[in-house]
């Protein structure tokens, strides 16, 4: 209903496009760069000079900039799906920057800004406006109903966002909602998740966790391989010794200028991998960190019996965690797909857990049959008889 689904799928291929095209153009140009300047070792006002340098360099920065514009999009992409998922589960119709930035952990500045970027490729149907003095996203028009499957009583959305029925007390919810012309339900399948984390989690969580733990241990290890060659072919580099005794056993070898020009190249590439794998370690030991916080959140979910929980009850991966520390570790969680079949929202002015919230759209509620033909408030399923909206406008 949010999404620019066509332009989307149309980015995803080009930003694929644009990361292995920069990929390439960075290696080639700085292979070639490393080349020019073995050979002309000693020369680098020849080497600054050379027809290619330019080029290379050209080529090099458009590599940068396809790199950075590609990541950029991919992660506007990832915001785009997380806004739109949100919108989906509101009922108001108008949601408050601050109750975006609580739930993203943003400033609402920003949350301001990229929604205003977002409407011009990724996403449709809101608006960014001022109501009463208070700047808001206006969302499409909706009209919805809120009802307990198990006694089928009409709930207001307030007693929904509690997750237990004012009547029975079952915690079986689901609304049905009507915008735009398409028909969707908001359902939870909180018994699927009962004592099963699994539920809660990635797939192959565990495999996940050895696989990074065994990426970091190859890491580190190549790290300090080159490292320990760097050093070593620095130390040789000025090492007369050395160079005497490759210049009378090498025949390739015809001056001490080429011998250090061949040791100058292998402690460039040593460099530079070095500099590859710093950051991928990094970003390894972040991702161990956060599977290790997706497990323990998945734990306390599978244990949980209604579908709305409060953010600050989530236990802590590190009883030295703050709070804000801690919902910032689970919105990566679930920002990296770590977490599924929960969302962080804010309902009656409290920050929550969803849990199992499911969001089923242009099917029948009751027996999951397509929704054909024109959707309205009076509509009924053709195949189950069912009256899928009996809806109320919203205020």
Known sequence: ????????????????????????????????????????????????????????VADIIIGIILLVISQKSKRRIQDANFYSGYFEGNLDGYIEYSELAEVTGQTEKKVKKQLSSLSRFYMKNYELKTIDGTEQIA??????????????????????????????????????????????????????????????SAKNLNRKKVFFILLLALGIFTTILFSAMFMDYMGKYNDKEYLTKVLLSDIHASSFANIKADLAEMMIWDVIIIAAFIPIIRNRIKKIKHLHVAQICSEYFSKCRIPF???????????????????????????????????????????????????????????????????????????????????????
């Open 139 to 200: 969302l499409s028009s909706k009209k919805y109903t809120c009802e307990c499957k198990s006694c089928g009583a009409q709930i207001e959305k307030s007693i929904y966002f509690t997750g237990v029925c004012a009547y029975c007390g079952s915690s079986d919810l689901f609304a049905n909602v009507l915008t735009n012309d398409r028909f969707y339900s908001i359902t939870n399948s909180l018994s699927d998740g009962i004592q099963k984390p699994q539920y809660y």
């Open 1 to 56: 209903m949010y999404l620019k689904e066509k332009m989307i799928r149309f980015l995803k291929i080009r930003n694929v496009i644009f990361a292995v095209i920069s990929i390439f153009n960075i290696i080639t140009s700085t292979s070639i760069l490393i080349s020019l300047t073995k050979y002309y070792w000693g020369d680098f006002d020849t080497v600054i000079h050379a027809k290619a340098t330019p080029s290379c």
């Open 309 to 395: 929980i409060n953010a600050s009850d989530i236990p802590s991966a590190n009883m030295l965690q703050d709070k804000n520390t801690k919902l910032e570790k689970v919105r990566t969680a679930l920002r990296y797909g770590y977490l599924k079949n929960s969302t962080l929202e804010k309902h009656n002015d409290k920050l929550v857990i969803a849990l199992a919230k499911k969001i089923v759209k242009d099917r029948c509620p009751s027996c999951a049959a397509p929704i054909t033909g024109a959707v309205d408030e009076h509509y009924r399923c053709q195949y189950c008889n069912n009256m899928i909206m009996n809806v109320i406008i919203k205020k």
